[in-house]
């Protein structure tokens, strides 16, 4: 039935470019072979991105407006699998213009927007931070999204879902963010309240003095649903340095609990190397030290990623 569904929508893509006036069919395919410590090696899809398959579109309404649309899918390339929804990353519809874009469905929320943007080895499988004990929600059913247009290089985002789709027992997943971005300078902070009432917020940025961009985050969440050690503050910093069609990211990243008398930590480098602007191959190490909440699970990995 799954895969019914999936060549529907694929045709169904490919049908409405010519009714829409805008409509593109998209994906990654990312596949990694990873030695994780004490493990044998194994595939693993989506190292650097997450491997998807997606269609999104959009129509002129007129007057600066426009309605766009975006379906987006999980892909496994290890067994070609994908998750229990159809579109599990992404469904939703919404209305762009000069005051903004404003969306409804399953989406990505704010502090999304923002999480990973200063993230060392590539925001990927290999960073640093993979060590963090705390954690975000991300993305959310039946939301309410809005993104300001840019002014002066700052922006902004808020999220949330409507109480009515909430589940019996959760609370509603909120986020907001802010982002200022212009020369060689980029900040954000983000912040979210998610299903079990737990608050992240998340400070980060970037600076690229040509020869490298130095990275930095640093986030910390809150309990406020019930759950143990829920309070934990984190941090990571790196930096990416280009060297041709090379990249290299290093990193290191920290986190603690309150109340805690250990930390986990962690240092990790990535390497990519363009074979043309939708290609990469790409490779590293994490290096793990978890004093705090257990067995190390340091890895060694190579991939490859195309996008579509």
């Known amino acids: ?148 247009p840019e002014f002066a290089g700052v922006s902004g985002a808020v999220s949330t879902q409507l109480t009515g789709n909430v589940p019996a027992g959760a609370k509603r997943i909120s986020a907001g963010h802010v982002k200022y971005a212009g020369g060689p300078v980029a900040v954000a902070l983000g912040y979210e309240t998610n299903e079990v009432g737990q608050k992240g917020t998340m400070l980060n940025g970037s600076y690229d003095l040509g020869a490298a961009k130095l990275l930095a985050s640093y986030y910390t969440t809150k309990d406020t649903g019930g759950v143990a050690d829920a309070d934990v503050n984190s941090y990571q910093l790196g930096a990416d340095i280009p060297l041709g069609a090379f990249t290299l990211s290093v990193g290191y990243a920290s986190s603690k609990a309150d109340g805690a008398s250990e930390s986990d930590s962690a240092f990790g480098v990535a390497a990519a190397y363009s074979l043309s602007k939708r290609t990469m191959v790409y490779t590293g190490f994490r290096a793990e030290d978890r004093k705090a909440t257990g067995t190390d699970a340091d890895i060694f990995a190579i991939g490859l990623n195309h996008k579509f």
Request: net charge neutral; glycine share 14%; aromatic share 10%.
């Open 1 to 148: 039935m799954k895969k019914s569904l999936i060549a529907l929508a694929v045709l169904a893509a490919s049908g409405a470019a010519m009714a829409q006036s805008s409509v593109t069919l998209y994906g990654i395919a990312d596949i990694y072979v990873a030695k994780v410590k004490g493990q044998s090696a194994a595939a693993g899809s989506g190292g650097v991105n997450t491997s998807r398959l997606g269609f999104k579109g959009s129509e002129d309404l007129g007057g600066g407006v426009s309605a766009i649309f975006q379906f987006e899918q999980k892909l496994s390339l290890g067994d070609g699998s994908t998750n229990d929804k159809l579109f599990d990353r992404q469904a939703n519809v919404g209305l762009a213009c000069g005051f903004g874009t404003l969306k409804l469905g399953r989406n990505w929320n704010a502090m999304d927007d923002v999480f990973g943007a200063s993230n060392s080895g590539f925001d990927s499988a290999l960073s640093a931070n993979a060590v963090w004990q705390n954690s975000y929600t991300g993305a959310a059913d039946a939301q309410l999204y809005y993104a300001t």
